[in-house]
DNA sequence: CAATATTGGAGAGTGTCGCTATCCAAGGGA
DNA sequence: TCCCTTGGATAGCGACACTCTCCAATATTG
């Protein structure tokens, strides 16, 4: 297909289409002339995974930029690895406190201890272990430290659900589609499990600081 | 304490506080002459409650405005809506599905119903409510919804992490203040809740698709 | 008391991000 | 044949959150 069918399909505009090429997020068409090319289902895939990436898990273009290299670079590597390079680059970087700060050394033990506990397969390097790590130790900083009970019960929702999550895969599917489907995945849950927490705590709220008919927010 | 100061003690530079100033988001100093004013602990606190929100709740400024003007005209107004108000401003919005989307309704009632179940207290406004309709129905639309097994052990833990959020609160403290601490906490939570899930599903994709050694990302 | 530094106030300038618009010449389709 | 689309490249834009520069009026210090 030509570029204007690859953008009515894809849903993004010839102009973005056009800029992706030359940040070389998307490969280049098959050239069939000095001024034609050929695009194909590869390349629908493709910009699905970035809108995806850049709509749902809310990356910066850059970080798409280096799954993308990855994934055209890395054909045969492995799956896990390909998710690992996703996940961590969707990941926030935390500003991460001091070395020498007592809070984070603590919040530092007591997540590799949470991991270790549940016997989670996990790099030492993983960035979701100094973001828990992070978010520990400014909560401990401010004096109210997350209480152990509440993150087991966490850790095992998020278990069951992470099972969960990966049955979405098919192995034999297309990578880039493979990708696109775990971030919408991973992010909505996300957002779900935000969500639940805020709602639970605006029903916490109501009941301890509302007037009897909460006139509420807004 | 004059405008050096009040930079010194809350790390914000004097070039920022001006502009703060310009756009209303810190109340104007006590002048005491044409070129000289006056700031306080309030003014202290209201630079701390900005860059809560801004760094660790990753609020734009023109939601961080709404919040202070609630602050600056509500004083009289409960706490519980003065959390709403903070909240709301807070959430993200998702971008909302057309309104015959059957998804997005099945997801709507699913949602209404977790709510009524649970016996939680929310306004029918609330955004939470909506994001987590919407995350139900984008991960329903690719073919895989959320089992509500897991929502419900999600919404558990959410409960009893909400509730302890709350006493972190001490009523007769600054408003300013406390927002903070309800935005720290809140936001760190979920920073913690987010990377519980994507260490859970480190390991699961782990025991999937990883090699024996797993290398894993980066 | 004089020299120096700081302040409030206001406007313009900066850097990043993610596009979007404009041009142009070479093909392609009717 | 004649017009429209395309690829390719360059420049411009709008939002955002500052940051810089000026200025005249104080404060502070010696």
Redesign the pocket.
Known sequence: M????LSRRSGV????I??Y??EGLVP??E???????R?GEAHLHRLRLIRAL?EVGDA???KVHAITAALDSADGGDLHRLLGITMYALAPEPHRPAEGDPAWTAAQEEADALIAELGWRVTRSSPARGRLAAALAATDRIGRPVSTRILRSYARAAEIAAEDDLTVIDPDAPRDQTLEHVVIVTARLEQALAALHRLAQEDASARSFGRPRPGAGA
């Open positions: 030509r570029i204007s069918e505009s010839v102009a973005t056009k800029y090429l030359r280049k068409g050239a069939t002339g000095a001024t034609q090319a695009y850049v910066p273009l850059a």
